[in-house]
C-alpha cells in the first residue's frame, strides 16, 4: 500500500539523487585539481601525523576522525600518504555539498518550479556553498577534521529534512534514532557534531512535538547517542600501546595496556579531561574576550573573504559590494524560504543561525588576527585567523544565497513555475542571471587552491636537518613544530632527531614521553651530506636522564626569586628570576643531563633568552644552537646583528641542503599572513648569511644569496622589510 | 515484508555490533592497522541498520 504524502503541496517531488551525485563528483573534481600534494602549516601535520601512528592528536582527540583517517590511508587512491588524507577532506566536502544540493532542491520544491528549473537552483546553490574561499580551501588539505563535521552536520540534516517529510510511523522513528546516532558519532569526530542538534530539536517540536513524550522512542534516541559515543574507546587503549604522538595521554597505564590501569580513575580522569579540552581552559561564554559586536565584525571579514578572498588587498571595494550581494542573497533566499517551504524552513533556519550567531557567541573569541589592524596590539587577538570555525556558516549560506538567486531569476523571468511552454522559455531566456554563482569559482581560484604547494614539507626537512645527528631541538610549538611531526612519523626523516615543544612541556604526560620513547637510529645514507664526515654513535637513552618516578615529581613551576647560575659543559649562565614553570625545569635538567654530548638547539631566541642562554647561541641556518662556551672564539663564527653565525655551516645548509627557498619562490605567494613567520626565517637566515660572508671577504656568494632573499621576500610579499 | 526487513536490520545490526567488539579486541592486542577499517565499517554499518524498516 502506498504511504499517504505528508507534504501533499510537494506534488511530484522525489529527491533528486542521480543529480546531487554529480553535483558531488563535479565538486571532488574541482577539488582534486586543486588539491594540497602534501602537507601545509598549523594542524594539518599534526593530523596526518597523528593519523599514520594511529595516536591522538590535541584535546579532545578525535578519535572517530583518526579511525577514518587511517583507514584512508590504507587506501591506494593517491601516492603520498598526505595526499591521501587531503582526499578525505576533498570526498567529505564533496559529499556534503552533493547532500546541500538535495536540501536546496526539497526547499526549491515549496517554491513550486518545474524540476528542471528546480535542478538549476540546486546546482547554483551547491556550487556557492562549495566555492566559497573557506570551505574551498578547506577542503582541499587536511588542516582540520572540520570537513568531516561537515558531512555528519549535512547526513543529519538531510535525514531530518526526510523526517519533516514523512508521516508519523515506525520509519520516521528510526529516521530519528538513526540521526541520535550520527549526532553521537559526529561528536567523536569533533564537538562539532553537536552542531546540528538545535536544528534537529526545533524541528522536532515544530513539526511533531509529541514524539518527545514518547518514552520508548526517546529512550532509543538517547541509546543511540550513546553508542555513537563509543568511539572514545579508542583514547585509553591507544594512549596505553603509546604513540609518538599522544596528546593528553589519558591513560593511568605505564608500561603498556592492562585492564587494571585502564579501569583506574586516573584514567577515566585523565579522558573526561581530555574530551573536555580542559588543558586549554577557555573562559566561559558569559565573560566576553571582546565586545560582541567585534565578535561579529570578525564573522563579517571572513564572510568578505568567501566571494573574493583578495588575500593581497588589491580590491576591497569589490571584495566589500560582493559580500554585500551574497548577503542579501541569502537573507533574501532566507526570506523566501521562510515564506515558501516553512516545514524545512525551520530545520534550516535554525541551523544557519546556530552555525553562524549561535557559533560567534559560543566561540566567544578575542579579536581576529587580520581584524582591526589599526587596533595593533592594544586588544586581545587570536594567534591566527579562525575563518575555518564558520566553515559550516558559509556552507550553508550557500543554500540560501542559492534560493535567493532563484527568487531573483523569477523576477527577471516574470515566471513563477516554469511549468507552461511561455513560462519555460522565460526561465530559459533569463537564466544568465544565474552565473552569478560562478563568481567565487572564479575570483577565489588562485588563494583557495593548494595546487604545487610542497613548502610545508621542505622546511619541515630543512628545519629538522639543521640539527645534528641525535640532537634536540626545543620548539614552540603550531608551525615550528607540526611539520616536524609530519616528516618523521610520515615521511621517517630525521627519526634521530628528538623534538622538545615548550608549549607540550608544561604538561605532566609530555614529560613522561620524554622520559619514555626510545631514541630512533640516525641513517646516514638519507641524512644531509654535511654531517657524514665523522661516525655518530647512538646514544644509549632520553636526552632527559630522569626516573619515571623523578619526572613525576618535577612540579609545575618554582619560584625563583633570585638569579641563579646554570652550570652545563663549558657554560657558565645565569638563570634570571622569575616564577621557573616545568618545561623551562625540564628543559634546564635536559641540558644538565645530555650537554655536550648531545647537541641542542633551538627554533627561536625567545627561550634561550628567558632562560639566560643567549651568551652561548650560534646560528647554524635556521636553528639557533647551544654552544659549548662563548661562540666568540669559535671558528668561523661571525657576530651580526643578532647575535652569532655559524658562517660554514650555513652556507652548507642554504646551498646543499635547504629546499624550502626553492619551494617558496615555485609557490610565488602566501595567502595566510599569520604563518607568515614561517618563510621570514628564510629570509632572516639567509640575510644573515649574507651578512656574514659580505664580513669574511667572499663579496660574490653574499651578492648571490641576498638576491635570492630578496626574491623569497618578494615571493611571499615580504619585500617592504628591504624598504624602497 | 515487514518480518523480512526486521530480520534483515537486526542482522546488520548484530553483525555490526560484533565487528565492532572484535575491532576493539584488535586495537588492544595492538593490531590497530586491522582494527581500524573493521571499526569505521563497523560504525557505518549501524546508520542503515537503524534505517531500516
Not at chain 1, 547517542?225 to 605505564?254: M, N, V
Request: neutral net charge.
Amino acid at each position: 500500500m502506498p504511504r499517504p504524502s505528508a507534504a501533499p503541496v510537494l506534488g511530484a517531488y522525489r529527491p533528486s539523487y542521480g543529480a546531487a551525485a554529480i553535483a558531488a563528483v563535479l565538486v571532488l573534481l574541482l577539488y582534486i585539481v586543486t588539491l594540497a600534494p602534501t602537507t601545509a602549516m598549523w594542524d594539518a601535520s599534526e593530523y596526518i601525523a597523528a593519523v599514520k601512528v594511529l595516536g591522538l592528536p590535541h584535546p579532545p582527540g578525535n578519535p572517530l576522525f583518526v579511525l577514518i583517517g587511517h583507514t584512508f590511508g590504507l587506501l591506494p587512491i593517491a601516492p603520498e600518504y598526505a595526499q591521501r588524507i587531503n582526499l578525505l577532506a576533498a570526498l567529505c566536502s564533496a559529499l556534503s555539498a552533493g547532500i546541500w544540493f538535495l536540501v536546496a532542491e526539497r526547499a526549491l520544491a515549496g517554491f513550486g518550479i518545474a524540476r528542471p528549473f528546480r535542478l538549476a537552483g540546486a546546482a547554483v546553490a551547491t556550487l556557492v556553498g562549495a566555492t566559497a574561499f573557506t570551505v574551498w580551501n578547506q577542503s582541499v588539505v587536511n588542516e582540520k577534521v572540520y570537513t568531516v563535521a561537515l558531512l555528519f552536520v549535512a547526513v543529519v540534516s538531510w535525514l531530518m529534512i526526510r523526517w519533516l517529510d514523512e508521516p508519523e510511523g515506525p520509519r520516521s522513528d528510526h529516521i530519528l534514532v538513526a540521526v541520535a546516532y550520527l549526532l553521537g558519532l559526529g561528536y567523536t569526530n569533533h564537538p562539532a557534531g553537536f552542531l546540528a542538534l538545535p536544528a534537529v530539536g526545533i524541528a522536532v517540536l515544530v513539526r511533531r512535538p509529541t514524539t518527545l513524550l514518547r518514552w520508548r522512542l526517546v529512550a532509543a534516541g538517547a541509546a543511540a547517542l550513546l553508542l555513537g559515543l563509543t568511539p572514545f574507546i579508542y583514547e585509553p587503549i591507544r594512549a596505553a600501546h603509546f604513540p609518538r604522538i599522544s596528546l593528553g595521554e589519558p591513560t593511568a597505564c605505564t608500561t603498556g595496556l592492562a585492564l587494571e590501569c585502564t579501569l583506574d580513575p586516573v584514567t577515566a580522569d585523565r579522558l573526561v579531561s581530555n574530551i573536555n579540552r580542559e588543558q586549554y581552559g577557555k573562559n566561559p561564554v558569559t565573560v566576553r574576550q571582546a565586545p560582541i559586536g567585534a565578535q561579529i565584525g570578525m564573522w563579517w571579514m571572513y564572510f568578505e573573504w568567501q566571494w573574493l578572498r583578495d588575500a593581497d588587498g588589491n580590491v576591497p571595494g569589490l571584495q566589500r559590494a560582493l559580500a554585500f550581494v551574497f548577503l542579501a542573497l541569502g537573507l533574501y533566499g532566507g526570506v523566501l524560504h521562510w515564506q515558501r517551504d516553512r516545514r524545512t524552513f525551520w530545520y534550516v533556519g535554525t541551523l544557519v543561525f546556530t552555525v553562524t550567531l549561535g557559533l560567534i557567541y559560543y566561540l566567544n573569541f578575542k579579536y581576529g588576527f587580520s581584524q582591526a589592524p589599526e587596533l595593533g596590539d592594544a586588544v586581545p587577538r587570536e594567534v591566527r585567523d579562525r575563518d575555518y570555525f564558520y566553515l559550516w556558516s558559509f556552507s550553508t549560506w550557500g543554500i540560501w544565497a542559492g534560493l535567493g538567486l532563484v527568487g531573483i531569476w523569477q523576477l527577471v523571468a516574470g515566471a513563477t513555475t516554469g511549468a507552461a511552454p511561455a513560462e519555460r522559455r522565460r526561465f530559459v531566456l533569463s537564466s544568465p542571471v544565474l552565473a552569478f554563482a560562478l563568481v567565487p569559482l572564479i575570483v577565489n581560484w588562485g588563494d583557495a587552491s593548494r595546487a604545487g604547494e610542497t613548502f610545508t614539507r621542505e622546511w619541515a626537512h630543512d628545519l629538522l636537518n639543521s640539527v645534528e645527528p641525535y640532537g634536540v631541538l626545543i620548539t614552540n610549538g603550531d608551525n615550528d613544530t607540526f611539520p616536524l611531526w609530519y616528516a618523521q612519523e610520515v615521511e621517517g626523516v630525521r627519526q634521530d632527531v628528538t623534538v622538545l615543544v615548550t608549549s607540550l612541556l608544561g604538561t605532566d604526560w609530555n614529560v613522561r614521553q620524554l622520559v619514555r620513547n626510545p631514541v630512533r637510529p640516525y641513517d646516514a645514507a638519507t641524512g644531509p651530506s654535511i654531517y657524514r664526515d665523522r661516525e655518530w654513535p647512538t646514544p644509549t637513552g632520553s636526552p632527559l636522564a630522569l626516573s619515571m618516578e623523578a619526572a613525576e615529581a618535577i612540579p609545575d613551576y618554582t619560584e625563583l626569586r633570585e638569579a641563579a647560575r646554570f652550570r652545563a659543559g663549558n657554560i657558565d649562565a645565569i638563570v634570571p628570576p622569575q616564577l621557573l614553570t616545568r618545561d623551562k625545569i625540564v628543559t634546564l635538567q635536559m641540558i644538565r643531563s645530555s650537554f655536550p654530548s648531545r647537541a641542542i638547539y633551538f627554533s627561536a631566541s625567545v627561550y634561550p633568552e628567558e632562560l639566560g642562554l643567549s651568551d652561548y647561541i650560534v646560528r647554524q641556518g635556521l636553528a639557533l644552537r647551544l654552544w659549548n662556551g662563548l661562540p666568540s672564539s669559535a671558528p668561523g663564527t661571525v657576530p651580526t646583528a643578532t647575535g652569532h653565525l655559524d658562517v660554514p655551516r650555513t652556507l652548507a645548509l642554504w646551498t646543499d641542503v635547504y629546499r624550502g627557498p626553492e619551494a617558496l619562490l615555485e609557490q610565488d605567494d602566501w595567502v595566510d599572513r599569520a604563518s607568515i613567520s614561517i618563510p621570514l626565517q628564510y629570509v632572516f637566515a639567509g640575510g644573515l648569511l649574507a651578512e656574514g660572508l659580505d664580513r669574511t671577504g667572499r663579496d660574490s656568494l653574499a651578492t648571490e644569496v641576498s638576491q635570492k632573499v630578496r626574491a623569497i621576500a618578494d615571493a611571499v610579499d615580504l619585500s617592504e622589510i628591504f624598504g624602497p | 515484508m515487514n518480518a523480512f526487513r526486521s530480520r534483515r536490520r537486526a542482522l546488520l545490526a548484530g553483525g555490526a555490533a560484533l565487528a565492532l567488539v572484535a575491532g576493539y579486541v584488535l586495537l588492544a592486542a595492538g593490531a590497530g592497522t586491522a582494527a581500524a577499517p573493521l571499526l569505521v565499517v563497523s560504525y557505518l554499518a549501524l546508520i542503515p541498520a537503524a534505517l531500516l524498516v
